[in-house]
């Protein structure tokens, strides 16, 4: 028998007896049951048993006027049960006999799939997500990089089935940091989902290498200390949004070296990845404090397609990213990286370095949202668990497609009259991409004399 919620069957024994009863017919989720006794005469006081679901309930129901009624609770255990009940009080007997049905929980408890490219959630302001099983009920919070909360609503009037949809939208333009659902079934089983779709794109100035050289000459350090300074407000900055947002998101900055096609293949790639671990152990010994890894990809990460032998600037950089995850290889980034060093303690009396000036600006546009956007695709944040009654925990990350960087545009803009990145070149992912487990922060770019590999 399956009945919908909030129907009832109501029953006489027979014509014209003192009883009837009212029952759904189908428990609650939970497995809560009930039945209705209605006094259709004034009758004295009487014992109900109901037995059943290997259990048996007693009731002792007061004297009832005609028209009262006395409801009987308790808690089924079973998929399906029969029941008898029987009623003495002496001048009064009766006899019933009847089904509940207890709802069977839909789809296995898992994590939420995020449907929508970072154009949707950062551009478009919604994010999209499939559910493994059904939801009565799904809350979210959004959050921006100062950690306040800029959209949060509990949706109870729009249940999702196993395998479906639902989507959070916000009308805010600050910056997303980001995104918490939490989707609660009719059974109380749940799913916690945290998404960071948070990237910044970072003016810089270019470093200049001796060529087939990747010593930091001393007149170029002032260029890679901007980059470490804004390296380090973002790492304050998170601290503080991980506090606000109660998350513990930890970063990793990863560097990557690339060369034009001037000269042999393999000699590019050490001359990419040296440059790349010269630049890392140059945040190392700065202080920076998260876990450090760096790679070269020589000539096989271009940026501008070229045949073989041809001097591109553009070909000729660095990536210093920042992420929540191991970036996703793919496209202009390696499979595999060489760690330097692991996550250490905030030096001891550590003061926050000036904000380059060149970076004020633009910072502040982003968080208002008139700014670029950043390079990354969203990160789910590591640890986050799914749980609830009866159902123990499960990973809640997002599918991790590989990331691929757009063609490049033309020329670099300028950032204080010098040359920089552009905005498309610098980014990982994009519209049409899929939700990959990093969030990145892209510092800097590397650039050496014309005719230098």
């Not at 601290?239 to 560097?255: D, F, G, H, M, S």
């Not at 982003?366 to 009866?390: H, I, L, Q």
């Amino acid at each position: 028998m399956f009945l919908l919620p909030g129907a009832l069957l109501s029953l006489a024994l027979s014509l014209g007896d003192p009883f009837s009863f009212e029952y759904p017919g189908q428990t609650e989720a939970s497995g809560a049951a009930y039945l209705v006794i209605v006094a259709n005469d004034d009758l004295p006081a009487f014992d109900v048993v109901i037995t059943g679901d290997d259990q048996t309930i007693r009731k002792s129901v007061p004297a009832l006027k005609s028209g009262a009624k006395f409801k009987v609770t308790w808690k089924q255990k079973g998929g399906q049960a029969k029941y008898a009940l029987a009623i003495d009080g002496g001048e009064v007997q009766a006899d019933f006999g009847f089904e509940m049905v207890k709802p069977a929980a839909q789809g296995k408890v898992g994590k939420l799939r995020v449907k929508s490219s970072r154009e949707d959630i950062v551009k478009r302001r919604n994010a999209t997500y499939e559910t493994s099983f059904a939801l009565a009920n799904y809350e979210y919070k959004v959050y921006d990089s100062d950690g306040d909360i800029i959209a949060q609503a509990l949706v109870s009037d729009n249940p999702v089935p196993a395998g479906g949809t639902f989507t959070v939208k916000w009308d805010s333009t600050a910056e997303v940091f980001m995104v918490y659902v939490r989707g609660e079934d009719e059974h109380g089983r749940f799913t916690e989902f945290k998404l960071v779709p948070w990237s910044v794109e970072i003016p810089h100035t270019e470093i200049n290498f001796d060529s087939a050289k990747w010593d930091v000459k001393t007149d170029e350090t002032a260029k890679l200390d901007e980059a470490v300074a804004v390296a380090f407000h973002e790492l304050e900055g998170l601290e503080k949004v991980n506090e606000a947002v109660q998350a513990n998101i930890t970063p990793r900055l990863y560097i990557v070296g690339y060369t034009d096609t001037v000269g042999p293949g393999p000699k590019n790639d050490e001359l990419s990845r040296n440059r790349a671990k010269e630049i890392a152990k140059y945040f190392y010994d700065k202080g920076f404090w998260a876990e450090i890894h760096y790679a070269g990809m020589g000539e096989r990460g271009l940026r501008v397609e070229t045949a073989d032998s041809v001097d591109e600037v553009r070909n000729r950089r660095a990536l210093y990213l920042i992420g929540v995850d191991t970036p996703a290889a793919g496209g202009q980034i390696p499979s595999k990286w060489q760690k330097l060093a692991g996550p250490r303690p905030k030096p001891v009396g550590f003061v926050l370095p000036a904000l380059p000036e060149s970076y004020v600006k633009a910072r502040e546009e982003r968080r208002r949202g008139t700014g670029g956007e950043g390079p990354a695709e969203p990160s789910t944040e590591p640890g986050t668990t799914t749980g609830g009654t009866d159902t123990g925990g499960a990973s809640t990350g997002a599918d991790t497609p590989e990331p691929q960087l757009p063609p490049d545009d033309g020329a670099p803009p300028s950032v204080d009259g010098k040359p920089g990145a552009s905005g498309k070149g610098c980014s990982v992912g994009g519209e049409g991409h899929g939700v990959a487990t990093l969030g990145l922060v892209v510092l800097a770019a590397l650039r050496r004399p014309r005719r230098r590999r």
